[in-house]
Structures are given as structure tokens and as C-alpha cells.
């Protein structure tokens, strides 16, 4: 694929704000575009590159030549500090679910703050955001509070071994879960790094101590007797199998049927604890992801959006299993953290979840359709061969006719091709926040049929000014 225009691209215009369903401004801005030589963003990324490495202090944030710097967002539009305003499809890599500065999550959260915002004592607010996530989640007892999705799963993965004594886990090629040591092996090998399709090696990076690799299976997604084999061989070792319903690291490539029922036999055949990491797609259902796909794992991970746009993270699950952390009990597993159920981030939390009711769920889930329908109906129509994946408010596209399967079936069109890259920045000139990853992307509930119909036209130019 090559691109044909982007060197000297034109001023990025606010057009989505020229709708006047959306209009926060009446005509675009006159402000310098990001490209240009006295581009702000350029200015704070030549600061920023002298005092973090790479100028940047998350990876997943990264875009060439410089990422564009925010300055606000309100509903599902983000302006930089150009002046320049977009319509977000990242939402914070998935995190806001309503969107940005939503009003009563704002007015919440200000009245939080003007009460304290960090105690050594419990708050009111914690407890009512667990009891309305043990109310929703069907699988979750309890759960604790911590600061990030990565702290999470990595107490899930404790706990798990500390309820069964055993120290070994298994986890799928591919797929993301944070970055704590042992859930991060494999999460995005080379081919060269790959090991045979029976035996998938474990991969650690530099960084990671090599005995790390010893403690972790890695399994295939989707291919079941592999999985069944693997998972037998380790049986005796192994503490928990951990999985992402829909992972976005494996290019949200659904679970074939049975596939996912298979897994939570197995491990309970063998005692082995199913964690299911609902991080991302927590956003899937009122009862979460698990639940939307009708498994019953023993522990889940949880954070982006029962943050309501603060950090945050939680480890729930089956009573019994949770009891490791119990301090009146015969603790096994330590769990402190200065800011855990820090009383911002669970006004928020609770705010944002009141609001996500069924009725919520069903529209905004309604769009996600409606959007992968578009999609699909638009690819046909240029004649590309592409599949869209996800499902409820994600989506997910890929550019092939091959069949998916497996994180190994991604190979050539997967995340770093740079040509997704490209694909970025032609939507960022149309007004579009996307992915430089891929054709990623999220709703929220601020936006309408227009905002996704602008998104398709806009995808659909970008696509006609690469050749492939
Ligand atoms: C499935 C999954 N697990 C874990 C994490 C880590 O969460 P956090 O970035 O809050 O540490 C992520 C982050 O994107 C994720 O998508």
C-alpha cells in the first residue's frame, strides 16, 4: 500500500463542527494546523522529548512525526491545542464511555474534590461502587479497588495462585493484559520468535527476567485442541488461565463457538481458576463482558470506564477466591496501594455507571451495529477485501479475505503496519481521532447515526487516497 498526499498536509480542518447536529463552533477555526512550523504540538513535543524518553510517557500514544496535544474535550469531540477540534473515536483508548467532561460527572467529581480528595480511610463512594458492580456482574462477590487495569489482573493472577498453590499461568499469543511481567510474555512476538503452532513459545522482553518465561503457557486463541493439549500437559502447575473474551492484541478476532465454554470446562475439570480480563470490554454489557459472551469465569479485571475517566482498576470474583485478601482471615495475598478507591475516582465511577442503565447499553450497542454495517457496506462497495471485527461499541477492521484465527493469522496486516499510520493521519485531516494501529476504534454515548456517517465518509476518502 502506498500513500499519495500527507507531506505537506493541509490545515486540519474542524469540518465535523461544520455539522449542525454537532456544531460547538460555528466556522472552522483560523488557527495554525499541526504540521505547520509554529505548530504547538511540535513546540511541546521538543520539550517533551528533552525531559521524557521518546517525548512521550505511554507507549500507546505514540504517533509520527509528534502526537497532537489536547487542550479540552466535551461530548465525543476533542479540541488541540491548535484550536482544532475532532471527533474522538480512542475515547481514551475506551475508557469514556460518555464521552468527554460529561455534566454530571463533572458536577460529581467537583464536588469530590471541594470535600478532600485523598484519605487514610475508606470512603462512602467505594462502597457503593462495588456494591453496584457485585449487583451487575454475575461471577463478582466482591471485588477491591486498585489504580490501573495492568495492577488488576496482576492481583488476579495472585490471588489465583494463592488460592490453588500452584504458580504457573496460561494466556493466549497475542493478546494484551497490561504489563505486569507474566501476563506481558508473548503479548506481541515476532514471527522468527514464534516457536511451532503446538507449542507457542514464551516470549519475554528485555527487561523481563528469562525464568518469567518458564511460568507461563502460551496458548493459541481459537485453536482448541492445541489448547486442550497444553493445558492437560500443564495441569498440575498451572493456577489460572487468563483470557480476554475479545482481545484486541489477536485483532478482536471472535471466539469460534464453543470455544470459550470449552475453556471454562477444561480449567474447571482441573481446578485450574478461568480469569477473565474485562478491562477493555467491561463496556460490552450492563453485566460486563463475560456475561455478554455467557461465561461464568471465578475472577475478572476490571478499569477503563467504572473510572469514569480517572485511573483506576478492580480485581473481583467468587467469595471464596477473594478471601485471599481477607485480612480477617488467613491472608495470603497483600494488596495496599496509596491511592487505591481514591473517593475522585469512585464519584466518577458511580456517576458513570448510574448513567450506563440496559436502555443505554441497547442504543449505544445499537450504533456500534449500525456503524459495523456501514463499515461493511462501505468496503464492499470500494471492492476491498476487509472484515470487521468487535462487536457492541468496538470495532475493528482488517484488510484481508483470509481467514482469521489466531494471533499467527494476523501476520502482514496486523498493528504495526505502518501504513495504518497513514490511514491516521487522513482521518485526523478529515477530523477524526483513530488509531495509528489500525482501524480501531470506540463510540460513546454522546454520538449519533451523524457522527458515525461521518466517520465511514471519511474513512471511505481516506482509503481512495491509498494505493494498495
Ligand atoms: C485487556 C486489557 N487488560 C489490561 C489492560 C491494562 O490496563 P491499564 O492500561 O489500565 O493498566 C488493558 C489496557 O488497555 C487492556 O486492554
Redo the contacts with the bound molecule.
Sequence with gaps: MEVQVLSTAPNIMNRPSAHPANSTKDSAPDTASYFSENAVSRQLYERASRVMPGGNT?H?IVLAPYPIFAASGSGCRVTDVEGDQRIDFLNN???LILGHADPQVTAAVQRRVALGTAFTMPTAEDVELAELLVERVPYVDQLRFC???????MLAVKAARAFTGRHKIAKFEG?????YDY?AVSEGPNCDEWGEPGAPRSVTEPGTPPSVAEDVVVLPWNRLETCRELIAAHRDELAAVIF?PM???IGMIAARPGFLEFLREETARYRILLIA?????FRLSYRGAAHAFGIQPDLG?F??IIGGGF???AVGGARQVMSVFDHTGSLKVHHGGTFNANPVTVTAGLETMQQMTPDTYERLNGLGDYMSDRLRRMFRDRGLPAQVCGRGSLFLAHFTSGELVDFRSLRGFSRTNPVYGDLCHLMLQRGIILSPRGVFGCLSTPMTEIELDYFVDALDDSLGKLTF
Excluded: F, M, Q, W
Design positions: 505511554r500507546s483508548y475506551t475508557s489504580n490501573s487495569g495492568s495492577e488488576a489482573v493478546a494484551y493484559h497490561g504489563l501476563v480476554d482481545p484486541l492484541g480480563d474485562e478491562v477493555l470490554n479485571s478499569a477503563k485511573p483506576v482498576g
